[in-house]
């Protein structure tokens, strides 16, 4: 069973919570926690990923705008 933690706990995102205990701690110091807004944009189709996001709750999902303007989420 896996616990549920709440997100103001270090690893409230399950995949911080499955690395080792010194590979978090590496990474902790480049960790921030920001708000995102309801449909937000995290990346741009072309571009360079500036950011990682670790959603700690909440879904995040991938919109795909065909040429002709229609849209499919995944």
């Known amino acids: 069973m896996v616990a549920r933690r709440k997100a103001s706990e270090p690893h409230a995102n399950r995949l911080l919570g499955l690395l080792l205990p010194r590979d978090y701690q590496r990474l902790r110091p480049h960790l921030h926690r920001i ?35 229609d849209a499919a989420e995944g």
Do not use: D, W
Request: hydrophobic share 35%; no cysteine.
């Open 35 to 69: 708000p995102l807004e309801y449909r937000q944009s995290l990346y741009r189709a072309n571009r360079p990923i500036e950011f990682v996001y670790f959603i700690e709750r909440g879904v995040g999902s991938l919109v795909n705008t065909m040429k002709n303007g």
